[in-house]
């Protein structure tokens, strides 16, 4: 199912039937709900696995690979760095971001290491092979640390995904948690219909 | 053997002549109540002013007012009801048009009305009606702001205002004003059907606006009245 069609029951269930031409509870605003609920989906997902099986774990299907993420080098700190797609979710290492490669072609084959942030002041203190890279996110960023030149390098990453503007794609959830994504979306809009509009002009902030 | 066709009975005819009246018809129903209760001549040009002044009232009440409801702590308090009664009273005024829009602006066709609703010209996009005091949220906005895909516009003077500024086509869907009823005549008040224009109204409105053109005048009737009054005069050629 795409973003769209979701959207579309959406917003069908919301104006009680097919919306008139001046709705204006947008399919971008209700995009931006989804993003949130999919987040919160993808970690009832994860502490799930946990309870259930003891084992930590995220559906496959929340994983997306985004590649031909460049790279550029940060003059103050002399690491490297890429823009995310979204910031990761706060999931254990390994899990939000599963995966980070580069392109064959590039000739480095090999795949960095994730670290956490906190570890950064002891790697920088020890002594490392130079083939080796360690990345570590910082909110929407990728960086790296890495003997080898990056810049004008593209990385592949998979991770889970819950953002996009691209409301064409397909929703990269498993189908057993849309209705919970569409329960989380309607309670978020349940406030936005109860609460007045103020939609007279007279300078008075009603809210 | 049983007729299934229905007896013409004089109520039944009277249904079709109050449903089905031509702008003489009209006059002469209205020009006979005027008599009857004021006893006064109603002259045609305060007539063709009564009836294009009830016609205009019952179209504001038709897309104004038959939308208003209540739901939970919301009040929509205008629009149109589109369902097949209002919807087939207005479909003789509903109209489309594509608008050419320059600097953002485009200018309201001549004869519009009020509007239905407002798209990109190949109906692929909805473009939303956004409040003068609203528009600062919208372009600004960093969920929904104005793109191709999901434009607004506001109504500013005889004009509409668009955004995106790259937008240079829209597709109106509007009611336009009804054009002016006329009861014409020659000579001694001789009914002019050539010169006439009839009401523009689907026949099933009619007896709505001869209700408000009666009120207009100052004569306030009951249906009942009303019903007796046309037999009467149906009954007498008059």
């Known amino acids: 199912m795409t973003r769209k069609v979701f959207i579309e029951q959406i917003r069908r269930l919301y104006y009680g039937g097919v919306p008139n031409d001046d709705a204006n509870l947008s399919e971008k605003e209700v995009n931006a709900y989804i993003n949130e609920a999919m987040a919160y989906v993808a970690k009832v997902n994860y502490t799930d696995a946990i309870k259930l099986d003891g084992i930590e774990s995220v559906s496959d299907v929340f994983y997306l690979t985004f590649k031909n993420l460049s790279i550029t080098r940060d003059a103050d700190t002399g690491y490297y760095s890429l823009d995310l797609p979204q910031v990761p979710l706060g999931l254990a290492r390994g899990y939000g971001i599963s995966t980070v490669t580069f392109p064959t072609s590039t000739g480095l084959a090999k795949s960095p290491i994730p670290i956490s942030v906190r570890e950064l002041d002891y790697l920088d203190a020890v002594k490392q092979p130079p083939s080796k890279i360690f990345y570590w996110p910082e909110g929407k960023k990728l960086w790296f640390k890495s003997y080898v030149n990056l810049v004008g390098k593209s990385a592949i990453v998979r991770m889970v995904s819950t953002e996009t503007s691209d409301l064409d794609a397909e929703l990269n959830v498993p189908q057993e948690y849309i209705p919970d994504i569409m329960n989380l979306v309607l309670n978020y809009l349940k406030v936005r219909k109860a609460t007045l509009e103020d939609s007279v002009n007279d300078g008075v902030d009603k809210a | ?238």
């Open chain 2, 1 to 238: 053997m049983v007729s299934l066709v229905m007896p013409c009975h004089s109520w039944w005819g009277f249904f079709v002549y109050i449903c089905n009246m031509n702008i003489n018809e009209i006059y002469k129903l209205v020009s006979y109540m005027v008599d009857k209760y004021q006893g006064t001549y109603l002259a045609p040009d305060d007539f063709n002013m009564a009836v294009n002044a009830a016609q205009r009232q019952y179209l504001n009440f038709l897309t104004g007012e038959t939308a208003e409801f209540n739901q939970g702590t919301r009040r929509a308090p205008g629009g149109f009801s589109n369902d097949v009664t209002t919807g087939g009273s207005l479909s003789n005024f509903l109209k489309e048009g594509n608008l050419t829009i320059t600097s953002q602006l485009a200018a309201q066709p001549a004869d519009f009305y009020k509007i239905s609703a407002m798209r990109t010209t190949d109906d692929d996009y909805a473009i939303r009606r956004v409040g003068a005091d609203k528009i600062y949220a919208y372009v600004s906005n960093p969920i929904d702001n104005p793109t191709n895909t999901d434009p607004i516009y506001t109504e500013i003077g005889s004009n509409f205002k668009f955004w995106p500024s790259t937008l240079s086509t829209a597709k109106i869907i509007y009611f336009k004003k009804p054009a002016d009823a006329k009861w014409a005549y020659t000579g001694d008040l001789v009914y002019d059907v050539a010169n006439s224009v009839q009401l523009e109204w689907p026949e099933n409105d009619h007896m709505d606006i001869v209700y408000r053109t009666l009120g207009i005048i100052g004569i306030n009737l009951k249906d009942g009245d009303l019903i007796r009054i046309s037999q009467t005069v149906k009954n007498d050629g008059q």
